[in-house]
């Protein structure tokens, strides 16, 4: 009886897993972004040796461009697209995002072209100019690619969603190969981001997927309707842009674009656990979240037991990383990024913080927490630009920056959790409070 036990409680928990449709949509969605990131773990060590630390500062500084665009273009109205009661609103919002980001590629083209040579001087890369023209059709495709796969999520279409992250990460490694045989410097590095989104979008709008072609009436509904919400995300989204870019920016104009390069590598590695579990879980848990709260129900029991798993997951994963990655970048990327393997280690410690709050801080978008989204981005980036401030008065190295960097990001991510917690404490509006089932969470 004894050794049965053990038997008996696997497929207790196997019954468990089968009957959870929550933990089954993840599971879908995360074997995607599985899949997805083995490709850029077989494609990294190729494009390690193909492009020198110089050219990924290049892409480093392209991609941040390309963030400050992208929350200008669309207002992150893609970011809305689970929210409405009817998917025929959830659809007509993709449209307005497609539109709104034509509108955008149209007008700030020949600006980035124009003053390729200035916005490549402040970003403290000269190399970086020729490629700036693609940051707008960049920034769109990026935007809609967004809003078209939470279409998808929104019908609970986490295959096609987990299948579309495959497509992506594919269409991002052969714009890269094809850029590296016909374009110079960095130039397939560049067009990475822009293979990435096409391939995505591609693949989502393949079958059954339609978007659909509302009037404009409906569509300025919806933009009257969640304007208010877009203003707020729209100004924490560009604070978080400019979080991101304080350091690259400064890395680049203080210890030189091979040191960015670096660290865009380190960075890059780091973040693939947020990309691969982080996101599947996020994704899910918004629209879950969001689908208990248009019912009139709290959500607190989903947030307790998605950030349990997420500890559980990210613990063991970032510990490893931490020991682990100094050697393995070397050998992975070849001697040239040893000092990338270096930051890694560092830079996988606040990795973890993030990894276990990333995906749980759309509550406050859920429960309409507008002020606290840019007080709290706002913090963060007054906060960042403190630190690189105090590393060029007190002339500090490399590893003592990004050491300081680290600790003030753990501290925001702290703050972050316990606001998110609260969030998800939260009952709607119109439930009595004596009143309302909450949603279970997942088991």
């Known amino acids: 009886m004894k050794q049965r036990l053990p038997l008996r409680i696997i497929r207790d928990l196997r019954h468990r897993f089968k009957a959870s449709t929550y933990w089954k949509d993840i599971a879908w969605l995360a074997s995607g972004m599985a899949a997805a990131q083995a490709i850029t773990l077989v494609t990294l060590p190729v494009f390690s040796r193909l492009f020198t630390p110089t050219d990924f500062a290049v892409q480093n500084l392209f991609g941040q461009i390309a963030g400050f665009v992208t929350v200008a273009a669309t207002l992150r109205y893609e970011y ?19 539109i709104l980001g034509f ?35 960049t920034g769109m495709a990026i935007s809609l690619g967004v809003a078209v796969q939470a279409g998808a999520q929104r019908r609970r279409l986490f295959r096609r969603s987990g299948e579309a992250e495959v497509a992506g990460k594919v269409g991002y490694a052969c714009a890269i190969l094809a850029g590296w045989c016909i374009l110079p410097g960095a130039g397939g590095l560049v067009m990475g981001w822009l293979g990435a989104s096409l391939g995505k979008i591609a693949w989502l709008l393949r079958g059954t997927l339609r978007v ?4 404009f009436v409906d569509l300025l509904r919806l933009a009257r309707a969640y304007a208010r919400m877009a203003g707020s995300l729209a100004l924490s ?14 890395i680049a104009r203080t210890y030189g674009s091979a040191t960015l390069g670096q660290y865009a590598l380190a960075f890059l590695v780091v973040c693939l656990p947020s990309a691969l579990l982080g996101g599947a879980i996020g994704n899910v848990f918004y629209q879950r979240a969001a689908e208990c709260w248009a019912q ?24 490893a990383a931490v020991l682990t990655l100094p050697w393995l970048f070397p050998l992975l990327f070849g001697k040239v990024w ?36 840019p007080l709290w981005h706002a913090a963060r980036t007054a906060t960042t630009g403190m630190v690189a401030g105090m590393a060029l008065l007190f002339h500090w190295d490399m590893d003592i920056f990004i050491a300081i960097l680290v600790v003030q990001q753990i501290l925001l991510y702290l703050i972050d959790y316990l606001a998110e917690w609260r969030f998800a404490h939260r009952r ?16």
């Open 80 to 98: 809305f697209v689970q929210l409405p009661k009817r998917h025929r609103d959830g659809l007509h919002l993709i449209q307005l995002v497609a």
């Open 103 to 137: 509108l955008a590629t149209v007008l700030l083209t020949p600006v980035a072209w124009l003053f390729r040579g200035t916005f490549a001087r402040w970003a403290g890369n000269a190399a970086l100019a020729p490629w700036l023209v693609f940051v707008p059709v």
């Open 212 to 215: 659909s072609c509302g009037r």
């Open 237 to 250: 989204h560009g604070l978080l842009a400019c979080t991101v870019a304080i350091p690259s920016v400064f």
């Open 296 to 319: 009139g129900s709290s959500f607190v029991d989903i947030w307790g037991s998605t950030a349990k798993k997420l500890l559980l997951i990210g613990l063991p994963l970032f510990g």
């Open 338 to 373: 040893r000092p990338a393997g270096h930051y890694s280690a560092i830079l996988a410690i606040s990795a973890f913080f993030s990894f276990i709050t990333s995906p749980l801080d759309k509550a406050c978008l859920v429960v309409k927490a507008w002020l606290y989204i």
């Open 428 to 443: 709607p509006p119109h439930t009595p409070t004596t009143g309302g089932i909450p949603c279970v969470g997942p088991s």
